[in-house]
């Protein structure tokens, strides 16, 4: 399963290394977690996190992390947005 997360920044590129700092601390933390990187998507959006996981509830558990870690320390983040990748075999098609 992919997660590709989203986002419009509205901060410094120093402001967005630190961000992403924190966002990489926290994905390095949890076990069965690959980090794939951070893109810069053909669409309106400024920055795609790709990660890698063999659960949803790993995923999330990122989003959660960063939430109880930094909860209203990033307002540099104007809108953000989830996608899931499911492969055939994960949703159960034959």
């Known amino acids: 399963m992919y997660f590709i997360f989203y986002i ?3 901060g410094t590129s120093g402001e967005f290394e630190k961000y ?3 966002v990489e601390s926290i994905i ?6 690959k980090y794939r990187g951070v893109f810069v998507p053909s ?4 920055f795609a996190f790709l990660i890698e996981t ?7 558990e990122i989003y959660k992390t960063y939430i109880k870690k930094y909860e ?3 307002p540099l983040v104007l ?3 989830l996608e899931l990748l499911f492969t055939f075999k994960e949703i159960g098609f034959p």
């Not at 390095?28 to 977690?33: H, P, Q, R």
């Not at 669409?43 to 400024?46: G, L, R, T």
């Not at 063999?54 to 999330?60: C, K, R």
């Open 8 to 10: 419009r920044w509205l």
């Open 20 to 22: 992403l700092g924190r």
């Open 28 to 33: 390095k933390g949890i076990e069965g977690v």
């Open 43 to 46: 669409s309106e959006w400024n």
């Open 54 to 60: 063999s659960s949803f509830e790993q995923g999330m």
């Open 72 to 74: 209203g320390q990033h």
């Open 79 to 81: 809108v953000e947005k």
